[in-house]
């Protein structure tokens, strides 16, 4: 029996996982406001509380902040998590905390044919070699998966905080606007993100890229800006959204790009998120993979790399069950 976990600002996500055949069935798992606990052990002992924990094997967590020595300092609650006291607590001979990005990382290996959808063929996703993550949501994740000849070793990375890089003249009238917005520096998290779509459609409306509606500011002024944007601009009921949109997805595809190079991610290139699946449509459309196949004289290399959209939320959930079976 194994204990997987994703641990996220809004919420926990803990689960039981037993050996099937060659793979894990979850046996157990429920769903924690995190929020609503001072600490990750209170959240452990409801869990454990209703079903003792006993004759676990291994466990393994993917948590939303920085991993330093096997303890972490969650970057949007007050948590300190330490594999070495989550071991004794839980009677355990090893726990594991991996970057939630890393855990997203290695259960993309894991997911069925239907939990993916194929923007680029390529190479068989998985194979032995390298494969990038990149995960646009509330901020912008990126991790790798290294191949050591007989297995795939997560590696985290703080890459959606590195310089933002333009491509075109628009990017870089982009990148001016950002600059005099945020006074300095411009990461690629602050255009690839929830709310990057906001970002991009103001910079849109500013310099006179587009016109807002009455009816558009109106909308923009209650509720979530981001969702509204995305929506509208996947339907096509507003110009300025279908801008906003297309030119977000060409940014998303020339970072995956980037991101496949310096790992040279010849397993291939997943796209994870929760911010991918809902985009689809506009992912479809091209502008993703014209901007993540052009790399000059690395073109046709990039035509070469399977790149996949992940479908299914719960990745990191299982990357952290199959990583805890690894432990054992």
């Not at 600002?9 to 069935?25: N, P, V, Y």
């Not at 300092?73 to 001979?93: F, M, S, Y």
Request: charged residues 20%; hydrophobic residues 40%; proline residues 5%.
């Amino acid at each position: 029996m194994f204990l997987a976990g994703d641990i996220g600002g809004t919420k926990t996500d803990l689960a039981l996982f037993e050996e099937s055949g060659d793979g894990l069935r979850p046996v157990r798992e429920e769903i924690f406001s995190s929020q609503a606990y001072a600490t990750f052990d209170l959240i452990l002992a409801e869990f454990s509380g209703r079903n003792p924990l006993g004759g676990l094997c291994g466990a393994c967590f993917g948590v939303a902040g920085v991993v330093v020595d096997g303890r972490c300092q969650t970057t949007n609650l007050p948590w300190v998590l330490d594999e070495r006291a989550l071991a004794d607590g839980l009677e355990v001979p090893r726990v594991k905390l991996l970057n939630d990005l890393e855990a997203a990382a290695y259960g993309m290996l894991f997911l069925r044919p239907e939990q993916v959808f194929v923007l680029q063929p390529g190479r068989a996703p998985g194979v032995k070699s390298n494969v990038a993550v990149i995960a646009a949501g509330t901020g912008l994740g990126e991790a790798m998966l290294y191949w050591d000849g007989t297995h795939h070793h997560p590696i985290a990375s703080e890459g959606g905080h590195g310089d933002f890089a333009p491509r075109t003249p628009l990017e870089i009238e982009l990148l001016r606007y950002l600059t005099a917005k945020f006074g300095g520096h411009v990461s690629y998290e602050r255009v690839l993100s929830g709310p990057g779509f906001h970002n991009i459609y103001q910079f849109l409306r500013d310099c006179g890229h587009g016109t807002e509606s009455p009816e558009m500011a109106e909308r923009l002024a209650v509720g979530d800006p981001n969702a509204t944007i995305a929506d509208l601009g996947l339907s096509g009921a507003d110009p300025l959204c279908v801008a906003t949109v297309e030119l977000f997805t060409t940014i998303y595809g020339a970072e995956a790009g980037n991101l496949a190079l310096r790992s040279v991610a010849t397993g291939g290139v997943f796209v994870g998120g929760g911010i991918a699946p809902k985009l689809l449509p506009a992912l479809r459309q091209g502008t993703f993979q014209r901007a993540f196949v052009e790399k000059g004289r690395y073109t046709e290399f990039m035509r070469k790399i399977a790149v996949s959209v992940a479908l299914d939320p719960r990745a990191p959930l299982l990357g952290a069950a199959h990583y805890a079976r690894r432990l054992c």
